[in-house]
């Protein structure tokens, strides 16, 4: 019988609390939730049952790191006698407790040996992790994950109790609260919506520049804690390509919000691994190759806190996480920039750097202890005196902009500490990591936010600065550098607002758009029916065969784009043959766009889908695929329903599944190279896209993610 004494409430998609016996239970702990609850003014439950999946949706669904220093540092309930319950199976609770150990006490002396770290290196790193960590109440004995958290497994009957409840997990991402008298509670938090950013994000009045050399705020640099804000995070623009330094909750929001496509991205700094300065798993899961600049100790770092929260193999993350290693001891040399790297103090290791370019420099502190709390860490034998006036000279270093962290406390710089610098010094500073700047400082420092740029290197003309944008368009991938010329040349570029209707529903079509930089969408009926993002383009189709335009093209960020002239487009296409490649495109995009693993691939590779995929139609009935046939194509349903069935060796008939629109089907024998396992028959009249293997593989190579998300599904339906 349902249970209406256990009330439950959603706090977000993907979380919900029940309340029983005074009790509250969270279910889920999605990316930013501790800053849902804060807006809320409601606390934080001290028992969290983990989600099936701790990453779905381009979301972190299980992000206990700072709902966890939350309870150890702010409400102190570690020191009141009272741990954080975690619930989970044992595998979930291996990986849970294994993050959270690396994040908060940082690698052990295992790991770091079994990567290869230097010994000098090894002991630096333990002596700093041992300074800052909690210690048993009454000693100086550090405390273990253990000793910090309650973690509990489900047991041999698949329950775990708690204030005289059992729970226990039902179907997928649905839970099951049974009381002793057998009454029951359902708590399901299955994602019925699109998670959206928990916090507004602030829309920039202009595009992120694309110059030389340069930097754009992600964020209005502010704290895992502060519920009005993103955490720290840049961009660097190096000879007009995208670097990011320490990625915020909802990464790819914020840089559509810039105006740029996530796969412009071409490498990442991460300073260190705790979750307001690495939350770029929606990137990762992305596509293309992450190219990560870092050190090998925290490349390995972030590789093992990926591992644990895709739950796949350390081997496995490092197929789509490469390494671009950098050395303390010398400068990285990276397409016409310099990088100074250097070991700053903080729990975990992290680093901070300075990049030059042109005779132009930006430094980023990384998070850090400084001043008076960095001295005291010398004077107790934790760093060395070289370390030490390194990080305390970061300040005085020679550079046009300084983000230096600000966020005080223990292991933060004090602000005012900071506030008391010569004003030679101070003019080159912008603080990060703390909500607002204080206001007997405000004459003193700038506050920051999203969209703020600093261009030190600006392009020297548009058509400089656009040029690597319409070249890297994968609809001009292979035509000639002449064509090439006829595209710069005669092509002129346009900035467009947010909100902007460039193409309208029935008007005739006067000119070819290449989305340089921004994002649109593209709307029928009252409905998008396609996103697109920098490298794609639009307006083609009502060129080509002289009809009204079929849909809106609307602005969703500041748009810049370069426009071609009907005829000079009309010559681009003859010229190139590209006319069935456009008309591929046009009849496939659309349907792609469907399928949520499709939606996020970067364009180029979307082309080559797009040119190898197939229509094809079932009458209701007819067998679409026959059990023992070999596993040659992937199936994808854009309307209609497909049954899943077997057969046993007595004839019996066993229905496995039915499958309708928006899914994938035929994975497992294409994914495992083996027979099909199974019929399918069309139940309605279907209509399908399909894909052959060795299209699929060739893609694959290129979004090696791609394997991992197909993977998810076929093990979903085991």
């Avoid at 039902?170 to 299955?190: A, P």
């Avoid at 202890?369 to 005291?376: D, E, F, M, V």
């Avoid at 499958?659 to 994938?664: A, C, D, G, L």
Wanted: contains cysteine; proline residues 4%.
């Amino acid at each position: 019988m349902e249970n209406h004494l256990i009330a439950v409430r959603e706090i977000m998609p993907g979380c919900k609390v029940a309340t029983v016996n005074q009790t509250e239970i969270m279910f889920g702990c999605p990316s930013e939730v501790l800053k849902v609850f804060a807006k809320l003014g409601q606390r934080v439950p001290g028992t969290i049952v983990l989600p099936f999946h701790f990453y779905m949706h381009g979301v972190v669904q299980a992000s206990l790191e700072f709902p966890n220093y939350h309870s150890l540092f702010a409400e102190q309930r570690y020191f009141k006698g009272e741990k954080m319950v975690v619930i989970g199976t044992e595998d979930q609770v291996r990986r849970i407790k294994g993050l959270l150990a690396l994040t908060l006490l940082g690698p052990t002396r295992d790991s770091m040996e079994e990567w290869g770290i230097d010994p000098q290196e090894i002991e630096a790193t333990l002596r700093m992790s041992d300074h800052f960590a909690l210690k048993k109440i009454g000693t100086q004995e550090i405390a273990s994950i253990d000793d910090l958290i309650d973690f509990r497994s489900y047991d041999a009957e698949g329950l775990a109790s708690i204030s005289g409840v059992n729970i226990s997990q039902d179907t997928n991402e649905t839970f099951l609260m049974e009381m002793g008298n057998g009454d029951f509670k359902t708590v399901d938090i299955n994602i019925d919506e699109i998670q959206g950013p928990p916090i507004a994000i602030e829309k920039p009045n202009v595009l992120a520049p694309r110059g030389v050399f340069g930097v754009t705020s992600l964020s209005k640099m502010s704290t895992g804690f502060d519920s009005d804000g993103y955490t720290s995070g840049v961009l660097l623009g190096i000879n007009n390509m995208f670097v990011s330094v320490d990625g915020v909750p909802w990464m790819k929001e914020h840089l559509r919000t810039l105006g740029i496509n996530p796969h412009e991205i071409v490498a990442h700094i991460i300073t260190h691994i705790h979750d307001d300065h690495s939350n770029i798993f929606d990137l990762i899961v992305n596509g293309k190759i992450f190219h990560l600049i870092s050190d090998v100790l925290g490349y390995r770092c972030l590789i093992l806190k990926a591992s644990y929260l895709l739950g796949i193999s350390e081997e496995e993350v490092m197929k789509f996480v490469k390494l671009i290693e950098f050395k303390f001891d010398r400068p990285l040399k990276w397409y016409g920039a310099e990088f100074e790297f250097w070991r700053v103090a903080h729990p975990v290791p992290t680093f901070g750097f300075r990049v030059s370019m042109n005779g132009k420099s930006v430094i980023y502190s990384g998070d850090t202890c400084w001043g008076k709390n960095l001295t005291a860490m010398l004077e107790a034998g934790v760093i060395s005196k070289e370390m030490h006036d390194q990080i305390q000279g970061v300040p005085y270093m020679k550079a046009d902009v300084i983000f230096h962290d600000a966020g005080g406390g223990l292991i933060h710089p004090d602000i005012n500490e900071l506030g008391n610098l010569p004003p030679i010094v101070l003019q080159h500073i912008v603080p990060t990591h703390l909500p607002k700047v204080p206001e007997n400082l405000q004459d003193v420092f700038r506050g920051i936010d999203i969209g703020d740029s600093w261009n030190l290197v600006p392009a020297s003309s548009m058509l400089t600065s656009t040029y690597a944008q319409v070249i890297n368009a994968p609809i001009f991938k292979n035509i000639s550098e002449f064509w090439m010329n006829v595209v710069i040349n005669q092509g002129t570029v346009k900035d467009y607002p947010c909100n902007y209707d460039i193409l309208e529903l029935g008007n005739p079509g006067k000119k070819f758009f290449i989305l340089i930089g921004g994002s649109v969408d593209v709307v029928a009926d009252n409905e998008v029916i396609a996103k697109l993002s920098t490298g794609d383009f639009f307006g083609e189709m009502s060129l080509m065969y002289g009809l009204p335009c079929n849909a809106t093209v609307r602005s969703r960020s500041p748009v810049r784009v370069m426009e071609l002239d009907k005829k000079i487009f009309m010559q681009l296409i003859e010229g190139t043959h590209k006319d069935s490649e456009f008309m591929k495109i046009h009849q496939m995009r659309h349907v792609f766009m469907q399928f949520s693993m499709f939606r996020s691939m970067p364009p180029d590779a979307l082309n080559d889908l797009y040119q190898c995929a197939k229509e094809e139609k079932f009458l209701a009935g007819c067998t679409i695929i026959k059990k023992g046939d070999d596993g040659n194509k992937l199936y994808g349903i854009t309307s209609g329903t497909v049954e899943v069935f077997d057969v046993l060796d007595n004839g019996v008939r066993i229905h496995i599944a039915d499958i309708s629109e928006k899914h994938i089907f035929g994975e497992i024998a294409l994914m495992q190279n083996t027979k099909r396992n199974a019929n399918v028959v069309a139940k309605t009249h279907v209509s399908l896209l399909s894909i052959e293997r060795d299209d699929f593989e060739r893609v694959m190579q290129q979004v090696p993610m791609l394997r991992f998300l197909i993977g998810k599904i076929a093990a979903s339906r085991r």
